[in-house]
């Protein structure tokens, strides 16, 4: 366990300002309240294991009183009966601000998540901002259709007229991990606000922070109160009554297949609209053709960026045999000479795992897989003063049955298998219960377009991996969830299409 972390602290002003108020109320309309019962919880830096604050711990009673005011906030308020390009200016406006705190928000989840600082400031912070942008754009390109029927009853003379109404689905239930907080968490609001829906968002117990910081952004940028309220706490408490609520029309939920089911089966009672975006368990493909220059760098980023703490990380790789030793061992060479260290250090490229919990979760598969027979090419070790750190480790002499290759373990672990033949990766790679993301790498052009064609998931990435934008829908099929996050056609999630017919 010997990994010695000093306690950097925030820089930025305004970060060490949030910190420093210690208790962090959520958000009821345009209050910063308690829970009703008086509980905190706190939250911590793993990386120190030292308390960062305290956040309330909501209980069945707050998220009634959140959703009746986003329910309120919905039927009475200006945000439903807006003009689309009033609310994208809002939504810019919060981009904007982003933006602007990028340095702020960037510690804040650094400290509060583990990730290296730079993760923050130059891929989700910004990615966070990019999606408020985006769908600002989309608020005033919702639009219905007109439909030519083929209806001959009417009155001799007259004529039908029909045409679709896309009016927003009401109040939205929005629940987060703790993996990217800020961006997955700008991936429900951004399109639902766009479309008119108000929100009760709740975030994961990790990480809550940076949500709470964005409430206040939010109403900053001119959001009228209730459009979106936030209640912390418990997942089997707070998401368990939201995802229940008769008063909720829609959950949008990204997290654990496991979870997403225990949603699913709570949303039923109303039938809410559902959209899951779940784990996953992502194949890279290594061809003899690819260009190791790029192959080798690009399957470790892969799997170690933020600490294998990814949904679409690349988790298992299947390599070409007359490649295997020399991709493996690239791979492995990137990994040894990885820093780990405190997410605040710009050097750190290896933080840690966001709680002892995961920690020991990721290290449980590691040493099964080693008293199985698997072998650590490198890593293999749980560190740090505290537990949270797992070295980047790859694993080779895995077999199919593992649990290390078929299970999702959400942290800097890869297994590696070799292949002969591009049908025998494929065939590999589909046998999960997952389809979130696949990459391959190639310089055949066919090759990469028939393996993308074939891979069995919601995203193919060629000659890449990682590669996020909000323009670009990303979720999965069979287990990895139902839906699309991102791209034009989020906002239909948050939409019901009403079909008008008049005679006249
Ligand atoms: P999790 O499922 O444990 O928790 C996710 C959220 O659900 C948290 O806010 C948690 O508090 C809440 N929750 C817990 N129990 C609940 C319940 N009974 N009812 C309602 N809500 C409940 O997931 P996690 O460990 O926070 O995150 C890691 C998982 O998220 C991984 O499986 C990862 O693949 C997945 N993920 C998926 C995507 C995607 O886009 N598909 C993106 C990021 C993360």
Known sequence: MSLDIPALQASHPAALEFLARGDHPMLLGDQWVAALSGEWMETLNPATGTVLGRFPSGAAADVDRAVQAARSA???????????????KILWRVGDLIEQHIDELSELETLDQGKPIWVGRYAEIPGAAGQFHY???QAPRIEGQTISTSINYQPAGKQVFAYTLK???????????????????AMKLAPALAAGCCVVLKPAEDTSLTALRL????????????????VTGRGDVVGAALAAHPGVDKVSFTGSTQVGRAVLAA???????VTLELGGKSPVIVMPDADMELAIPGAASAIFFNSGQVCVAGSRLYIHRSVFDQVVKGIADIARGMKLGHGLDPS??????????QAD??????????????????????????????????LVNVSPDMACVREEIFGPVVVATPVDSLEEALALANDSIYGLAASIWTRD??????????LKSGTVWINCHLMFDASLPIGGVKQSGWGRESGQAAVDNFLEVKTVCAVI
């Open 348 to 357: 750190t490229q290896i933080g840690p795992v966001v709680s002892r919990k």
């Open 267 to 273: 949303a039923s009672g109303n039938l809410k609209k």
């Open 215 to 230: 409430g206040e952004l939010l109403l900053e940028a001119g959001l009228p109160p209730g459009v979106v309220n936030i």
């Open 74 to 88: 919905f039927e009475s308020g200006p945000w439903s009966c807006m003009t689309p390009a009033e609310r994208g």
């Open 361 to 394: 979760r990721i290290n449980g598969y590691v040493q099964e897989a080693l008293a199985a027979g698997a072998e650590a090419m490198v890593g293999g070790r749980q560190l740090g003063p505290h537990g949270t750190f797992i070295e980047p480790t790859l």
């Open 135 to 137: 769908f600002a754009g």
């Open 167 to 185: 009016q927003p689905v009401g109040v939205v239930a929005a629940i987060v991990p703790w993996n990217s907080p800020l961006v997955l968490t």
């Open 445 to 454: 052009l066919s090759t990469a377009h028939r393996a993308a064609a074939l």
